[in-house]
């Protein structure tokens, strides 16, 4: 079973910043936060991952609590371009490759 | 990062046939992935690919149905054998060590 609670679905404004929430609870010690988007017909798409600390690069943000049971992805700037199904995983990472296991998602719809 | 190449990207089959998807990737990994997403729903993981041993299953998923073939480190196969309506889906390998990669896809429709 997916290890991760998100929202159903979630609306933001173009040019505006999405807050995707995700609960990961019981989330172990040695687990990494992942977030990866899925366009309409396209394979999942890499965002961010993090352990502990927030995380910056080119495409969002990420941060995670201090108990580390909860993160957000924040899309600074929302373009229509974003609107997909994001996904929040909890996963150890292991040279040889590693498993994803995948919940429901969020559906991020941006509007113009 | 790796690029993964699937083929085919789609096709129409009729029930009782089997067809056989290839996924080649840019360079040599221990483990690939195999994954299922049924219409609107998300992704579920068939199995694990290992070069030089038996593919590991998950649960709801046997090998006499989704046969896979692993000969090299760049490359497998999944075969949905004896198809179904019920196996109309997008199925998706994937590679990765820190980071999961994924094909394109395989859109199978089954009529």
């Known amino acids: 079973d997916a290890k991760t609670t998100q929202p159903t679905s979630m609306d933001c404004a173009e040019g505006r910043a999405a807050n995707l929430p995700c609960n990961h609870s019981?989330?172990?010690?040695?687990?990494?936060v992942y977030w990866y988007r899925q366009i309409h017909s396209q394979g999942p798409q890499y965002i961010i991952h993090?352990?502990?600390n927030n995380e910056t690069n080119e495409m969002a943000s990420l941060i995670i609590t201090e108990d580390r049971k909860s993160s957000t992805l924040i899309l600074p700037h929302a373009t229509l371009r974003d609107t997909a199904v994001y996904y929040c995983i909890v996963r150890a990472t292991n040279t040889g490759g590693f498993k994803t296991i995948f919940g429901a998602g969020t559906r991020l719809f941006v509007k113009a | 990062s790796a690029v993964i190449s699937q083929k085919p990207s789609r096709d129409i089959c009729q029930r009782g046939t089997s067809l056989t998807i290839q996924c080649q990737v840019d360079s040599q990994v221990t483990m690939m992935f195999w994954y299922r997403q049924q219409p609107g729903q998300s992704l579920t993981l068939i199995a694990t690919?290992?070069?030089?041993?038996?593919?590991?299953?998950e649960s709801g998923f046997v090998i006499d149905k989704f046969p896979i073939s692993r000969p090299n480190l760049t490359f497998s196969t999944l075969t949905v054998s004896n198809m179904s309506p019920e196996d109309s889906s997008i199925y998706l390998c994937?590679?990765?060590?820190?980071?999961?990669?994924f094909g394109q896809g395989t859109r199978l429709t089954v009529v």
């Open positions: 690919a290992n070069q030089g041993s038996e593919a590991t299953y």
């Open positions: 019981t989330i172990s010690g040695n687990e990494y």
């Open positions: 994937s590679v990765g060590d820190t980071e999961a990669f």
């Open positions: 993090g352990l502990k």
